[in-house]
């Protein structure tokens, strides 16, 4: 049986604040609202921390065996070995810990809808959104036909790491929907999508050679590095244009003090020559984005 510290690299724990980060910029943004007879509430905050940390886990679990059984993971990648592949944790036992993962996520999931909603038509909206969620988080890698393996990671994360989960958290505590809202949204997905792309911009030899057809792999290694300047600076515009609209005070403005960070992260990337150079790059990026999500949200708290 493996032990503890096998399932801690399996869990990839580095991953989890870019998971909550959509989850405090939503309740962010819901914690100022005059507009709303639903207020912020600390019991939806943390369920929701709660879902998207089992959600994510999930998503790592799911990707560590799905890789392992297409053949991806193998003697030639970039980033650290995993637990599948090592032989560290057996497939079989990988399995099970998918189904108890889930299993949480979805009660966890159940419970944050019902105690922010009660029973109604939005109920079953959100249900459906999680199951898709657990789907989403699943499917990736693992599977017949992976939508990871089609190309189609960014657009998931783009809509779960962005959209849903900036809007729905919002929702959440608040009941509305405000199309503000779809800025910061789309910003923070953006630069989480940014993410996935220096992973597989990193892993973009071994990818094309193991038939993982992501993205980074359609555009080359090139392009790629073009459209992850895109995703960075579209992903900041994102975050200046809504401050600027929705501005009260200056400290909504502190997210602009990480941006030399994302700046000295793109300009990396931008100029890289070898993909394996940009393994570093992820955890800098990871790191950006939750500080930026930390920034806004505690920007907005201020100047509420």
């Known amino acids: 049986m493996a032990d503890l510290k096998h399932w801690l690299h399996a869990f990839r724990l580095r991953t989890l604040p870019l998971a909550l980060s959509s989850i405090l910029v939503g309740s962010a943004l819901a914690y100022p609202n005059p507009h709303s007879s639903h207020p912020f509430r600390w019991d939806i905050l943390g369920l929701a921390m709660l879902t998207a940390i089992l959600l994510q886990l999930l998503s790592n679990l799911a990707n560590d065996l799905g890789d392992h059984e297409h053949g991806t993971d193998n003697e030639l990648r970039v980033g650290p070995q995993r637990a599948v592949q090592s032989g560290a944790i057996p497939a079989a036992t990988m399995k099970r810990a ?22 109604s038509i939005a109920t079953f909206i959100f249900l459906l959104l999680g199951l898709l969620a657990i789907g989403a988080a699943v499917k990736y890698t693992f599977g017949r036909n992976p939508y990871g393996y089609a190309g189609l990671g960014d657009v998931s994360v783009l809509l779960f790491f962005g959209i849903v989960g900036v809007c729905g958290s919002y929702y959440l505590h608040t009941r509305s929907l405000d199309p503000m809202v779809l800025l910061p949204a789309c910003g923070f997905g ?50 200046i244009l809504f401050t600027a609209l929705r501005f009260r005070a200056m400290p909504q403005w502190a997210f602009l003090l990480v941006a030399p960070l994302l700046a000295s992260h793109m300009r990396t990337v931008l100029r890289a020559y070898d993909p394996a150079s940009l393994d570093p790059q992820l955890k800098k990026l990871a790191i950006g984005t939750f500080l930026s999500a930390i920034a806004f949200s505690t920007g907005l708290l201020l100047a509420a």
């Open 98 to 119: 998918m189904l108890i993962t889930g299993a949480f996520a979805f009660a966890s999931g159940i419970a944050l809808i019902v105690l922010a909603l009660g029973l």
């Open 190 to 239: 953006l630069l989480s999508t940014g993410v996935l792309n220096v992973n597989n911009l990193r892993d973009i030899k071994n990818d094309q050679a193991s038939g993982k057809i992501t993205l980074a792999v359609r555009l080359g290694f090139d392009a790629a590095k073009g459209y992850h300047g895109i995703l960075i600076v579209s992903g900041l515009l994102c975050l």
